[in-house]
């Protein structure tokens, strides 16, 4: 998070590195990690998402490509106060699911905690600035999804055909 984890561009311009906005310095791992935990006979096996990273598709993509049957998501949501952004992230890691359909726990320290099954509806819910805690079981899944697949490529084929569509719709457009 720019300004909040850390003051970016520090490697071009060093002195940016004695601002202080409040935040930390953080810097990203050198890899993801896959953990791996069993239990009554099962195994699940998960990345640990750190808050905005559940925003991104290609994070949750790439831990399922390395074995991960579940996704897990800590959140500090204070950051946000009552704005609507933390409701924005909880249902982006909905989206995650749906994508790589995989349930996910999430845990936030000001509420939106949520178990999501695979295809990304709520099983349990914490509400935000209420003390709570949830607990239950969330569905291992191995299925691998377009999307875990292939990626972006149904996204670039559909950015490809409009620009096809918008180039002939040009080119056949009368000048007045």
């Known amino acids: 998070m720019p300004f909040g ?3 970016p561009f ?7 590195g004695k601002l202080n ?3 930390a310095e953080f810097l ?13 006979g099962k195994s699940a096996r998960f990345p640990v998402m750190i808050c905005y990273e559940s925003i991104f598709p290609w994070i949750a993509r790439s831990a399922v490509n390395q074995g991960a ?33 995989r349930s996910m726990i999430r845990t936030a320290n000001t509420g939106i905690s949520m178990l999501i099954d695979p295809l990304g509806r709520e099983m349990k819910r914490t509400r935000q600035f209420e003390p709570a805690w ?34 002939f719709a040009a080119s056949k457009r009368e000048t007045v």
Do not use: H, K
């Open 134 to 167: 949830i607990g239950g079981e969330v569905p291992l899944c191995d299925e691998m999804t377009f999307y875990v697949t292939y990626g972006e490529v149904f996204t670039g084929f559909a950015a490809a055909v409009f620009g096809i569509v918008l180039l």
């Open 69 to 101: 049957n579940l996704l897990v998501t800590i959140s500090n949501d204070a950051w946000y106060g009552r704005s609507p952004e933390a409701e924005q992230i909880a249902a982006l890691s909905r989206m995650r699911c749906i994508e790589c359909r």
């Open 21 to 23: 906005f409040g935040q």
């Open 28 to 40: 990203p791992g050198l890899r993801q990690s896959v953990f791996e935990v069993e239990s009554g």
């Open 10 to 16: 520090q490697f071009v311009t060093p002195a940016l």
């Open 5 to 7: 984890e850390r003051v």
